[in-house]
């Protein structure tokens, strides 16, 4: 981490599979978060991705005291349904999940959820689906991934009866419209906030046009005459499209001090 540090890295992504199940020594994920927020130079920190089952009360409360860790978890769930969970042998259960949510919203109530899906999994009926959608709704995940359910061989569930590949589309489009739906709403929350961002790169194309992500991952284009890649600048949101967000710089530097 000091290497990277010294050579302009702002931002520190952990990395893993299952990311949270980390340990080392006597050491786990939220000691190396821990250390991390000490770091004078790094301005953030995130970690992905996660699985419920070892989402410790340690590294829950590092949301609530390391700042530089950003307020966005990618907390897959996979199913809203309890069978479908258990048949997946996800080791967590809707109720467990919801309860690490809760948990993590009361360390810190800024913090917001991205997750992945899995549709038409062996199994899954109308009643299971449902379930999944009304999820989606309760949490209202800012991102989503979701994906039909493809048969790896060897597995348990390849020697299950798929769902009928129709139904399993229909059912894509419902859930991925629903999903589409609430990221809008979200975005529309955007407008006229003022956000911080983290410029990562200019863009060559366009003259005076630099890209960077706000603390929940939203690509920010501004326009500056000034370099500042490794900045992290307020940014006041104008408009958004499907996937990038625009906004105009907040200039601190004519600011006098009091």
């Given at each position: 981490?000091?290497?990277?540090?010294?050579?302009?890295?702002?931002e520190i992504t952990l990395l893993g599979q299952n990311v949270n199940a980390y340990s080392n020594k006597n050491k786990n994920l939220s000691d190396i978060i821990y250390a991390l927020q000490e770091k004078?130079?790094?301005?953030?920190?995130?970690?992905?991705?996660?699985?419920?089952?070892?989402?410790?009360?340690?590294?829950?409360e590092t949301h609530k005291d390391c700042s530089k860790l950003m307020p966005l978890l990618?907390?897959?769930?996979?199913?809203?349904?309890?069978?479908i969970l258990k048949s997946m042998?996800?080791?967590?259960?809707?109720?467990?999940?919801?309860?690490?949510?809760?948990?993590?919203?009361?360390?810190?109530?800024?913090?917001?959820?991205?997750?992945?899906?899995?549709?038409?999994?062996?199994?899954?009926n109308d009643k299971d689906f449902n379930q999944?959608?009304?999820?989606?709704?309760?949490?209202?995940?800012?991102?989503?991934?979701?994906?039909?359910y493809s048969p790896r061989p060897g597995t348990p569930a390849s020697e299950?009866?798929?769902?009928?590949?129709?139904l399993a589309k229909e059912r894509l489009v419902v859930f991925q419209n629903i999903a589409e739906k609430i990221k809008l709403n979200y975005k529309q929350t955007l407008l006229n906030q003022t956000v911080k961002v983290l410029f990562e790169n200019k863009i060559i194309?366009?003259?005076?046009?630099?890209?960077?992500?706000?603390?929940?991952q939203n690509p920010v284009i501004v326009n500056s005459k000034k370099n500042i890649i490794g900045c992290e600048k307020n940014v006041i949101i104008k408009k958004f499209s499907q996937h990038t967000v625009y906004g105009e710089l907040i200039n601190t530097d004519s600011f006098l001090a009091a």
């Amino acid at each position: 981490a000091d290497s990277l540090i010294r050579n302009g890295s702002r931002e520190i992504t952990l990395l893993g599979q299952n990311v949270n199940a980390y340990s080392n020594k006597n050491k786990n994920l939220s000691d190396i978060i821990y250390a991390l927020q000490e770091k004078k130079d790094l301005i953030r920190i995130r970690y992905t991705t996660s699985h419920p089952k070892d989402m410790t009360k340690n590294l829950i409360e590092t949301h609530k005291d390391c700042s530089k860790l950003m307020p966005l978890l990618h907390l897959p769930v996979q199913s809203g349904s309890d069978k479908i969970l258990k048949s997946m042998n996800r080791k967590h259960s809707i109720k467990e999940y919801l309860k690490i949510i809760n948990a993590l919203k009361e360390k810190n109530p800024k913090i917001k959820f991205a997750s992945d899906f899995i549709i038409a999994y062996p199994g899954e009926n109308d009643k299971d689906f449902n379930q999944t959608c009304k999820l989606m709704e309760t949490i209202n995940f800012i991102n989503s991934y979701s994906f039909i359910y493809s048969p790896r061989p060897g597995t348990p569930a390849s020697e299950m009866k798929m769902v009928d590949t129709k139904l399993a589309k229909e059912r894509l489009v419902v859930f991925q419209n629903i999903a589409e739906k609430i990221k809008l709403n979200y975005k529309q929350t955007l407008l006229n906030q003022t956000v911080k961002v983290l410029f990562e790169n200019k863009i060559i194309k366009e003259k005076n046009k630099y890209f960077g992500r706000d603390e929940y991952q939203n690509p920010v284009i501004v326009n500056s005459k000034k370099n500042i890649i490794g900045c992290e600048k307020n940014v006041i949101i104008k408009k958004f499209s499907q996937h990038t967000v625009y906004g105009e710089l907040i200039n601190t530097d004519s600011f006098l001090a009091a």
